[in-house]
């Protein structure tokens, strides 16, 4: 099923009995491209376990809106059905009143629960972890344990993993797979058939990218939350993959020189879409600006040798692609903590000579299509069309030898300050390479055509 059309009545009733029978994931997607008076509609007929079912997808657009548009009654029957991190997530989003009226319809524990999990900063281990886990306590057999997982396993999370804590302390002791505890003896213990290793955890407060490398190096279906030892929850591998996906888009959208995007694309509002790229274009459109003075400083040398306009395309464009390489490869090296902070000096080092090679080859590039054009008529240069050559052969080694130190440099400066590395974009350093390439251009030009064309 890929879409349904809009309908009303008798009729989002009749499709939303066929719903019920199609498989969840097409639902959310036939719902995301459907405007959100006709989604909330046909949620308001379809039946309560499936409904369950598509709230506790993360796919599902505005699910805090959706829920708000339900009566009160069921959308608080609907936050108790679904899994706390989930709901945790639809709560966040909700405004007040609604969160305050949903919250105080939930039962006490749940209620506290959730209340937990919001109390901890977005993005962190804590905020994306639920409390729907296998524990046991560490004397029971390997045959009691999968008993209580049977009758357990429809309200929990995951069951591939099994924590074993102190009953007392609630202490996080040892944790296991499904697959060893299957292979283990009925009457062995489940402390005995568990890796004799302390678990890998993380704290509440850690980063979520944090989360997301342990979890890949240790290739962990979840990791434990634990403060002092005791066992808060756990962060599924789903959860982090989604998570992931939101932040990339995020830093794909401010790479692209623009703040990110709270909605799908198609369905931002008209109004929306320009606020979210106004801002950044105009702060570029004025940093550019500067480019206009770089170019009236020089504006003796241009009406002296005209034919030096002809190449300030060529010169900006590879200063700010060399500057763009560089910075996106940073960048995702930072991601993937490949490098750090205190490494600034080797990714200098190593894009300085990588700069005046790049540049090289584009230098010897645009030499040889200034004399082939030359020599075969496509344009005349001049008398002097050999210096031009050197000129923009010369300014072609310092501009990408710049921007490309220039743009990994950029990056760390941003961290340093506190700042997320993806807004070193891709439009911001070409606007910085661009002011800097016209200075190295005509500094090279005087001093090589000085006495000739200038």
Not at 90 to 106: M, V
Not at 223 to 251: Q, S
Not at 421 to 427: E, G, K, L, Y
Request: charged share 20%; hydrophobic share 50%; net charge negative.
């Amino acid at each position: 099923m890929n879409e349904f059309s809009p309908v009303a009545g008798g009729d989002a009733i009749a499709i939303a009995r066929v719903l019920a029978n199609e498989h969840v994931a097409d639902i959310v997607e036939a719902l995301n491209q459907e405007p959100r008076e006709t989604a909330s509609e046909l949620l308001c007929e379809v039946p309560f376990e499936r409904l369950v079912e598509i709230f506790d997808q993360p796919e599902l657009d505005g699910a805090s809106e959706l829920v708000e548009a339900l009566p009160r009654i069921k959308a608080g029957r609907l936050l108790a059905a679904m899994s706390v991190d989930r709901a945790a997530d639809i709560l966040r989003d909700l405004n007040e009143p609604a969160r305050s009226e949903l919250l105080g319809g939930l039962a006490p524990p749940l209620r506290a629960t959730l209340l937990a999990i919001l109390g901890y900063p977005e993005g962190s281990a804590a905020s994306l972890m639920t409390t729907e886990y296998v524990s046991v306590p560490p004397d029971w057999s390997v045959a009691r344990t999968l008993d209580y997982i049977r009758k357990v396993e429809r309200t929990r999370e995951t069951v591939y993993a099994i924590y074993i804590v102190d009953p007392q302390t609630h202490v996080l002791l040892r944790s296991t797979s499904l697959r060893r505890l299957i292979a283990g003896g009925p009457d062995e213990l489940i402390m005995a058939i568990a890796p004799d290793r302390a678990p890998i955890t993380v704290s509440p407060l850690t980063d979520s990218e944090k989360v997301a490398q342990l979890i890949s190096k240790y290739d962990l279906l979840a990791v434990p939350v634990v403060d002092n030892g005791k066992l808060l929850g756990i962060v599924t591998i789903d959860d982090i993959i989604d998570t992931m996906m939101d932040e990339t888009t995020e830093d794909v959208h401010r790479f692209g020189g623009m703040e990110a995007l709270d909605e799908p694309y198609m369905k931002m509002g008209f109004l929306a879409m320009i606020q979210k790229r106004a801002g950044w274009l105009c702060a570029l459109f004025i940093s550019e600006m500067l480019t206009a003075n770089a170019m009236q400083s020089y504006e003796g040398e241009l009406e002296k040798a005209i034919v030096l306009t002809l190449f300030i395309p060529l010169i900006m464009s590879s200063g700010g692609n060399s500057g763009s390489q560089a910075t996106s490869l940073v960048i995702r090296a930072l991601a993937l903590r490949e490098i750090g902070l205190g490494d600034w000096w080797r990714v200098a080092l190593r894009e300085l000579p990588t700069g005046l090679v790049l540049g090289s080859i584009l230098g010897v590039v645009g030499v040889c299509r200034i004399a082939l054009w030359q020599y075969l008529g496509f344009y005349d240069y001049g008398p002097h069309w050999p210096l031009i050559a050197m000129t923009i052969g010369a300014t072609l080694v310092g501009i990408v030898t710049f921007g490309s130190l220039s743009g990994s440099m950029l990056p760390f400066a941003l961290k340093r300050m506190g700042f997320d590395p993806a807004s070193a974009s891709a439009p911001f350093v070409a606007t910085l390479v661009d002011v800097t390439g016209l200075v190295i251009y005509f500094s090279v030009a005087l001093a090589i055509l000085r006495g000739t064309l200038l």
